[in-house]
Structures are given as C-alpha cells and as structure tokens.
C-alpha cells in the first residue's frame, strides 16, 4: 500500500524523528546546539539563557510559559554544553605534560577525568517518562537513567505487599543480605543473557524498567542503580533530590553536577516538607499496638529480645505520658524547633543513643511485617522515620538553624472518657485527649542550600509559574545570576482574559470570606457559569478557591427555583457537569467521562468543576477542545486562621524585622518578604497553575474569565503571567464580558476551528502522541530546514540575545495557515487559493517559525536511499528537480519492489505514484524524507493503536499539501483507515474524509 512506502525493502528501518543530520543548529554562545525543530525565538533566547547560566556557573530562574517547549530546550541546551565542556576538557588534558594528564593512566596513577553529570528532576514520574522520549529525540541521545523508590520497581511480591516504604526498605535489605532475593541474586547471573537480548537498563522509563526486570527476572531497582554510573542524565522527582536523607539513600553524587527542576513552581513547598512531620496520639498508640503483638507472639531470630521488646514499650508509654502533661491552650501552642530534641532527650534518645534505637525499631518493623495478620502494616515506620528526620547528619550539624527556621505546634483535643486498662502489657494505656504534634520548616531555603553545599556547577529551576522571580530566589535564599520571564509563543489574539466583577443579576462577585456564603453570590455565580457554558465551545473548565466553597455553591445550585428548574438543570442543558473527585480512583473515572464527553460530537462539551491546587489544575494538559475557556471563581488565599499559614506568615515577619534568635553566618537574602506578601503570592501562583491549563500550544486558543471583583486590582493584574497582563479587560458589567467572549469565539473559530473529532460516545482521551504534541509545538511542527547559516546568538556577552528571525512569506495556496483546523476539502481549497478570509485579524495567523523554502529534488533522490531491483545506475542520477525514469517507471507499472535478491515485480497504480509526486511537490526535501519514514512506520505498526501517533505526525508534516490528505486516506487499507481517522480526530488540520 501507498507504493510499498516507495519500493522500501522489507524490514528497513524507519525513525519518527528527524535524524541528527536534518537537524537545525544555532550557535549560541560560542556553543553549537542541535534541536530537532526549528526554533521559537522565545526558544532561542531561553537556550541562551541555560548556556549563560552554565558557562558562567551561575543559577539560573527561568518561567516559560505552557507550550514554549521547555524541557526539551533545557535538554538540549545543557547536553550542548556538556558536549562542548567535555570537549574542552579532554583537550585540557591532552595538553598536560604526561605526569599531568587526568585520563587514560593506570589506576592509582593519578586523578582520572571526571565527565559533568546532568541531573533532570520534575515533579511526578509520568513527566520524567515523557522527558525520556525527549531526551532521545534530541541529536544527542544521551544515556539516560531514571529512579525511582522500591515502591515502584520492586517485583518480589513479598516485599511489594508491604504498605509503608519505610517497611518495604528494611524488609529488602534483610532479604538482599542473606541472599533470599532471587530478583537481586540474577542482577550478575543473567547479566549476559540481559545484555545479549539488546537491551540495556538506560534510557528507560519506569515502566520500561519493571518490564525488563520481570522478562529477566531481575531486580529493576538495582538495574536502576548500577546505571547511574554509565549514564549521562540521571532522572528523579525532585523531592529525591531535595530531601538530604533520601539524596543519601541513593548515592547521588551532585559533585560538579548540573541541576535542573523543572515543573519547580512547587520546590518552595517541596523544600519544607521535606524536613517536615507530623506525629498523632493515634500514631503512638498503633506503635505501642505493635510492640504488643511483637510481645505476644512466639519468639522469632528477627525480633529483639523480649527485654528490649519491653524497654521499647516502657520509652513509648513513658514518652506519652510527658505529652498528655503538655499544657496546651485549646487553639494550640508553638513552641522553638529544637523542643522535640529536648523531649526525646529526657528519655535519653539524643544524637549519641539514637542509632541504637533506631537498630531495634529497624529489627522490630522487619518482624510485625512478616507476619501475615499485619498484611504487611507496621506503624513504627513512621516514628522511625521521625527519629531519621530530627537526627540526621544536616540536624546534628545545624541545630542553631532548626531553632531559627523550625517550629514546633502542638494541638490538643479532650478524648472521651474511657475505662482504665488493668495491666500495661495488654494494650495501649488510653490517652487523656487527642493530640497532635507538628514539626515544621518555614525556610525553604535551608533545604535548597544543602542541595547546593554539595559542590553544584549550576542549577537551573523554570516552570511556567515562577513570578514574581525575586520574591521566589529570596525564599530559596539563593542567588540566581541568570533570570528570564519568556512571552508565549501565540498571538495575542489567540487569547481572550477578562475580570467580570459583577453576574447576570448585577451581584458583585466575590468569593471572599465576607460574601462567599451570600446566596446571592451564589446564584450570580451559577447564572454566570450558564452563560458561559451555552457560548463556550467545547470543554469548560471552572476552578474554585477550595472544596467548601464548591460544595456549598453546587448545594445552592441542585435546589430548585421559581419555575422548578434549579442552576444545575440549567448548566446540564448545555454541558455536562463532572465534579473533581477527591478519592484517587474515582479521579481516573472523572478524566475519562469528561475526555469522551468533550470528545463526542453529539453533545456539546461538557463542564470539568475543580479546585485551585487540586489534580486538575496542577498538571493535567487541556489542548484544544478539551479546554477551551477556564473560569476562576475566587482568589485561591490559603486559610487565613490554619496554624501553619498563621505561623508562616508570623515566621517572615519576624525575619523582615530581624526578630529571629541570633545566629553566625546565618545565610541573608537580598530580599526580604513581609506575611502578607507571601501570603497574596500563595494565591497568584494558584490562579496562574490554573490558567496554564488552557493555551497548551502555538495553534491552541481559549478565553480566560477570573469571575472575582478582586482580580480587577492592580496588584493582583501584576501578578498574573507576563504575557497576560497587558491584555487583562476588566469589564464593568456582565454583558461586557458575555459579549467580549462570544465575539472572541465567533472571531477566532471563523478563523481557526475546532478540531473534527470522529462521532463517538465513548472516546478515549487524546493518545500520549497526541498529548505530546499538543503540550509541547516543537514536536508537532518538524522544521524542513537546517539553520546552519543561524546568527550567532550571545556570542559577544552574557547579555546578548538573538536577532529576530524574518517574518515568513505568505502561504502558498493550498497551504493551511499556522493554527488552520480542518474543514470540507473544497472550502479549504476555494479558501486557501484566495488567503486569509476577509475581516480576520491581521496578525493572527502571523507565522512564528522561520519560512521553510521550497528545495528542489526527486522522488529518485529518495528511492536511491533503498535497493531497487531492475532501475539502472544511470537511472538512479536523473537530473535535479525532475521526476526522471523513477517516475516513468512507476507510471508505466514497471516499477520493482524492492525485495532483496528476488527481483520480483509489482503493478503499481499510476495514481498513486501521481499522488506522491504532487506530495513531493508540496513538501521540501527534508519533510518529504520523513513523510516516507512515518508513512513505513505506519506500515511496520502492526495495529491500528501503535499507528495512530504515527498519523498524528504525518497528518502535521502535510500541512502545505492538506487538500490531499483525503486522497491519502483512499489508499490506505480499511484498518489503517480507521487508525488515520482517529489521528484526524485529534490534529488540528483535519480534513473532512473524501466522501
């Protein structure tokens, strides 16, 4: 089918991506960076930054905004230096007198060449998984290397049933040293035969990880490790990195290592928690629960002896007792970071004893587990943990600190009465009330600078919600020599970002504490919404403050009105309602219901009501019709009376004014925040994660609605992402907005419509291919040109940026503009031939990318790439940019498939050799290369699934010929047909099917 992908012979290899050769390159800096795209311009000038940072080693803060490609500049951009930092390196020390050289001596001869380690960190191992595919799509295929905990590599199933972590580590270093893990025991056994079957444990994901560990029986987690020495990007969320302990625990060395937090808009909060805890009277109870059982049951060579079992006891009941005594006022108390120090001291665990304790607990927790009426549960993990935490390395070291940056709350509640138990070793003496102790970091940058102690080259922390920057360094009181806030990559008028201030009714809208509970408010607010649901096309999305303000507002919302019909009634009539569930399981379920709502053409979208800071609103990708317009109604302040927030803010005041106690040395910021700042900061950021679900790419478009008066301020607008706030309209009354976005709608779909998704009534969300592309537009758009002849950028300092690449030419006819949806082939083509419609707006659909010219060239040039059997030599240099015999040949039927030494032929339809040369025709050199390698890889799929991201790309690669997209499809068998329709279903230039 379609000319046996050009007379290709069986088996030949094909790649998804263009080849490193193809590549564009830039040089910026003095460093030549290959990307597999042509470059943004706001891509360029963040690679220059990362380089900047790197060359210099500085820090880099970098926010780029969702859809400008970030990771896979940061990737490429760092591996472009290491290369070239090795480079010189190596050179160094060629040049060396001999007795100097710091490579290729014998050991022990001297210091060998120690190559920069790249250290990728995200927040969750699903990102992690997708900047592997990145990281390999780049020029440079690094080695790659990804960790992860126990939890998710181990396949002994006597230790993956345990529940706590803590539990799963002590139980698998028992079995690993006695040699009773078959998975650890075939890590060098079957190392051959691993080794031999061509895959090897780098570059892999977690998944691909676990995989092979179960095809070889050997143990993932231990692949993972022994892999790190090889690799040249070492993988890991990043609170592995920014936890001492656990940075410990999985020996990762930082020494002269590159740094990099992506997605780091959370690593404030990361920072803090790390060092953080909280410890119950239900906790101490549970670990009193398990010494007893550990009591009563016959003695076992893991547990301790029966004395120790008891003096564990004894310390636990002894150090329950000192709590209950605590004289806690009913609103808490705090109290100096080191009070649990001096607590634990008086039952002598200190920095000299705790090792022993911690010994017999380790002992205590391996024996509860293996019994099999615990199912794997020991709640001595977590006071272990807790004693790891206080009496940590970085603890013993900088107790002066914990005094300065930790706090201490305690929160006491009276627990009903009870009788007496008559002996302490039948269970748990019952505690005089219910407390709870909390030991909390409210210094971020403690964390962050024992990161940095450990002989970093650079770091480099980006998101696309950092600002504002200054405000964020001085919490991780760190200097960053190299800063950027990045505009977006779309036009202006690809967004639409309001304030309605007031509802339908003329209500003020104002989710603050005061007025939130009006009900009123809440109707406003609910008619607003059903406005909006009847003129947003497609998914709407809405974010409220918090889960009591949701619920309190459905509730209003479910009781009927006047005419028996309530709000909800009315939002149903136009879009389906989903609420964000809270309980995980149900989550997956709720995705799934709104993709295939959103997805099916027989209804009108649907509505997804979520909170600020929930799942929804913190990572999940919303391109394209799944997420048209996002409404925030409410600013997102954290609980103003929560004892954390209380004392976090009461923390900063006390550093702005230096009412903290004394300290040498102690690290001082260059800025200094005072509560309430933080406190209106914590709420920006919220709103901005929130935002960011919408716009997900250079073509996508969508209307942002802040339904809160507040929002109207200008120091709440100057809080927004940079490249909003100029456009920010702030609209009187509710017809303004209704009418601002109903005409933003009216103009842009005009312009660029929605995507053709095929009818269905269960449609599964877009495929990872899909989703892909849309989060990141380097993926979906190759560049057809190498940028060889690029200007230089930052070659004369550290602050120069590049020069402004040339607008593009008008689009040919035929040629779908940037951002261009798919409609009937007819209108497309009458359309196109004539240019943009009359009355768009005139930048909208100005290109972005570098023009990509057209490049002469034959289809011959890329049959002579493969063997084909009866063609001549002198037939295969036919003149350029001629058909030559190749073509002829074809046409005439005479075309030989390619089949090795058989020298078989084919018939071949002369109109499908007419309809790839009008392909060729439309596509330069290079595109017309990968249009051939996607269209084997289809072939090569071997089902319909693994072929759908395959049409995705090509369906993007043939923008400039779309018209022929419909006759393409004609000539594909009835099952890859249906593969190509669903790749339509999901790409913006999707036309409609020849009928």
């Known amino acids: 089918w379609i000319l046996s992908v050009f007379l290709s ?135 790659v290397c990804v960790l992860g905990s126990r939890e998710q590599l181990c396949i002994n199933d ?330 977006h990559v779309i036009s202006p008028n690809q967004v639409w970002i309001g304030v309605a201030k007031t509802g339908p009714s003329g209500t003020e809208l104002n989710a603050g504490y005061h007025t939130r509970e009006n009900a009123s408010y809440k109707s406003d607010l609910g008619n607003a919404i059903v406005n909006f649901a009847r003129i947003v096309p497609g998914g709407l999305l809405v974010f409220f403050p918090g889960y009591t303000v949701l619920r309190a507002c459905i509730e209003h919302w479910r009781a009927p009105g006047p005419d028996g019909r309530s709000i909800w009634d009315r939002i149903s009539a136009s879009k389906t309602p989903i609420i964000e569930p809270q309980d995980k399981a149900e989550f997956s379920a709720a995705m799934q219901q709104y993709y295939s709502l959103v997805s099916d053409k027989k209804k009108n979208g649907a509505v997804f009501i979520a909170v600020c800071r929930g799942k929804v609103s913190e990572g999940l990708d919303f391109a394209d019709e799944f997420g048209r317009a996002v409404i925030i109604a409410g600013l997102p302040y954290p609980p103003y009376k929560d004892p954390k927030i209380v004392l976090k803010r009461e923390f900063l005041e006390d550093a702005r004014l230096g009412r903290l106690p004394a300290m040498p040395n102690a690290p001082v910021p260059r800025t200094r925040i005072s509560g309430q700042e933080w406190y209106s900061q914590q709420a920006a950021r919220a709103v901005n994660q929130a935002i960011g679900r919408v716009i997900r790419h250079v073509r996508d478009y969508g209307a942002i609605i802040l339904c809160d008066s507040r929002f109207s301020a200008p120091g709440v607008i100057a809080q927004l992402p940079v490249w909003l706030r100029s456009s920010v309209k702030v609209c009187e009354s509710f017809g303004e907005v209704q009418a601002g976005v109903t005409r933003f709608f009216r103009g842009v779909e005009a312009i660029l419509p929605p995507p053709r998704t095929a009818d269905t009534s269960a449609s599964a969300p877009p495929s990872a291919a899909a989703a892909s592309a849309q989060r990141d537009p380097v993926l979906a758009f190759p560049s057809a040109s190498s940028a060889r002849a690029s200007p230089a950028i930052g070659a004369t300092s550290s602050s120069s940026v590049f020069t402004p690449a040339p607008a593009a030419a008008a689009s040919r006819p035929g040629q779908v503009p940037p951002g261009m949806s798919a409609v009937s082939r007819p209108f497309l083509v009458d359309r196109l031939a004539g240019g943009v419609s009359r009355g768009a707006p005139d930048d909208l659909f100005e290109p972005v990318r570098q023009p990509t010219p057209r490049q002469s060239g034959s289809l011959l040039g890329h049959l002579s790439r493969h063997e084909v059997s009866g063609v001549e030599s002198h037939e295969l240099r036919s003149g350029p940019g001629t058909v030559g015999t190749s073509l002829a040949l074809l046409q005439s039927g005479q075309a030989a498939a390619a089949s090795g030494a058989t020298g078989t032929t084919r018939k071949i339809d002369p109109k499908a050799a007419s309809l790839i040369e009008n392909i060729r025709k439309s596509l330069s050199k290079e595109d017309f290369g990968r249009f051939k390698d996607l269209l084997a890889a289809c072939k090569a799929a071997g089902s319909r699934d693994a072929a759908v991201p395959v049409f995705e790309r090509m369906i993007r690669l043939l923008k400039p010929c779309v018209a022929l997209l419909g006759d393409l499809r004609d000539y594909l068998p009835s099952d890859m047909r249906t593969a190509f329709d669903l790749a339509l279903s999901t790409t913006q230039t999707a036309p409609a099917p020849a009928p």
């Open 9 to 143: 012979p069986p088996g030949a290899k094909t790649s998804l991506f263009p080849t490193s050769a193809s590549m564009p390159e830039y040089m910026i800096r003095g460093i030549e960076v290959s990307f597999p795209f042509q470059a943004y311009p706001c891509q360029l000038v963040y690679m220059e930054r990362v380089i900047e940072g790197l060359q210099l080693r500085k820090h880099a803060m970098l926010e780029s905004p969702t859809g400008t490609g970030k990771t896979l500049c940061l990737l490429c951009a760092t591996l472009a230096w290491r290369k070239h930092h090795i480079a010189q390196l190596i050179a160094a020390a060629a040049a060396a007198p001999p007795q100097e050289q710091l490579w290729g001596g014998a050991v022990g001869s001297g210091p060998q060449l120690v190559l920069p380690k790249i250290i990728y960190s995200s927040r969750t191992h699903s990102q992690l998984s997708q900047a592997v595919k990145e990281a390999m799509a780049t020029a440079y295929k690094p080695r």
């Open 158 to 487: 006597e230790v993956r049933r345990l529940e706590s972590n803590t539990a799963k580590t002590n139980v698998c270093r028992q079995k690993v040293a006695a040699r009773r893990c078959e998975y650890h025991y075939n890590l060098d056994g079957r190392r051959t035969e691993r080794e031999a079957s061509g895959r090897v444990e780098v570059s892999m994901d977690i998944e691909d990880l676990v995989t092979l560990g179960e095809q070889f029986r050997t143990c993932p987690y231990y692949l993972s490790r022994e892999a790190m020495a090889s690799a040249d990007i070492i993988m890991m969320p990043y609170n592995y990195l920014l936890d001492g302990k656990t940075r410990r625990a999985q020996n990762i060395n930082l020494q002269d290592a590159v740094v990099i937090l992506d997605e780091a808009h959370n690593v404030e909060k990361c920072c803090e928690e790390a060092s953080s805890f909280e410890l119950t009277s239900a906790h101490m109870a549970a670990c009193i629960a398990d010494l007893n059982r550990l009591i009563d049951a016959p003695s076992t060579p893991e547990a301790p002896s029966r004395e120790t079992l008891a003096l564990l006891k004894t310390l636990f009941l002894e150090l329950e007792k000192k709590i209950d005594r605590l004289d806690v006022p009913s609103d808490g108390i705090a109290k100096p970071g080191n009070f649990l120090h001096d607590l634990l001291a008086q039952q002598n665990i200190t920095f000299e004893t705790v090792g022993t304790v911690l010994t017999e607990l380790d002992a205590c927790v391996v024996a509860v587990v293996s019994d099999k009426m615990s199912r794997g549960k020991c709640s001595l993990s977590i006071f272990i943990d807790i004693l790891r935490n206080l009496f940590s390395e970085e603890s013993r070291a900088n107790l002066d600190m914990i005094v300065r940056y930790y706090r201490v709350h305690i929160e006491k509640k009276a627990a009903p009465k009870a009788p007496a138990r008559a002996s302490w070793a039948a269970a748990a003496a019952p505690s005089a009330s219910s407390w709870a102790i909390r030991f909390w970091c409210f210094n971020s940058g403690f964390a962050f600078n024992d990161l940095i102690a450990n002989g970093i080259h650079s770091i480099v922390l980006t998101s696309g919600t950092l600002s504002p920057l200054e405000s964020f360094a001085a919490e991780l009181m760190t200097e960053f020599g190299v800063t950027l806030e990045n505009p």
